[in-house]
């Protein structure tokens, strides 16, 4: 069966940080965004221009770093909950609505919100979009539950304004019930060279696929991440060029730190081992990194709190201020925000 989050109740639960090695230490702001709604996504273009987007029709966006917050005008009124977004200037972005059938959309502004064009409407009764992620200012996919024995993903190579999904014969098989959570946008990761990968999670599974042609064609590979029901992967980070770490948990047992809710990778996604568990309770929703080569940084965030760690998770510190569901740095990895319930927003600075 697959899970959205659209029918989860969240409740907030005690963080209990581990203590760990390092010594960069963050400072974190918190900004006025003008919203009370749940904010799910962010996407920095810069360290001045950052796309923020949630529920009730909810866009944002910010030319000062965060100084200013602007609602710009979305498509569908409140009516829809958008679960990412790419901002590719401060004109441009890609915004993905997530919902059972046509609730799922995907649609491209180059005019800061003036005016919307729709790129994709899921016309599948049974399909649920999760996140996006791009490639290039034309290259681009986006990643759906499956429904019918294959992962549900899309291409694009003009922007955003139209969208194709891969065919049976160039990706693996899904598994019953595998799908993923559309938290914070970051299941889908992109890279430099059409590298990209997939974080899914639901029905038993927590794998990675991944692509090196563009998304023209997709492999497989298991990780140890918790896997259940409502278990599996959420967020992946990637830096670099490659991915670092995967990051997930159970929303079954969301008062207790689950063990083997985060991995890491030594050969750019072919195999995958558990470190120390990020100290969120139940899943860790969203995740990035910050920082640059041997001082890189990694995030965790989820409503119950956030979490970092300068040694790829042996260790983890806390970040207590912060209740959110996704974090992304700015390119150069010195400043990021954070965002979460109640349009809460924050700039996290190294």
Known sequence: M???FATLVLTAALLHPHRGAGTQQPTVA??????????????????????????????LRTLDGGAAWERVAAPGGDSLQFRDIHGF?????VALTAGEGPLSRLYRTEDAGASWTLGFLMEEPAGFLDCLDFWDENHGFAYGDSFDGVPYILLTRDGGRDWTRVSAETSPPANEGEGGFAASGTCARAAPGGRGWIGTGAGGSARVLSTGDYGRTWTAAETPVVKGPLAGIFTMVVADGRPLMVLGGDLDRREEVVAGNAAVTEDAGRTWMLVSPAPINGAVYGSAAGGIGANRIVVAVAPPGAVYTVDMGK????????????????????????????????????
């Not at 319930?341 to 700039?347: D, I, K, L, P």
């Open 315 to 350: 260790s983890w510190r806390g970040l207590p201020e912060v209740s959110a569901w996704a974090v992304e740095f700015a390119p150069g990895g010195r400043v990021g925000w954070a965002a979460g319930g109640g349009g809460r927003v924050w700039r996290i600075e190294w």
């Open 2 to 4: 697959t899970i959205h």
């Open 89 to 93: 200037s401060s004109e441009a972005a």
């Open 30 to 59: 918190e900004q006025s965004s003008g919203t009370t709604e749940t904010l799910q996504a962010i996407s920095p273009v810069s360290e001045e221009t950052v796309w923020v987007s949630g529920h009730g029709g909810v866009i």
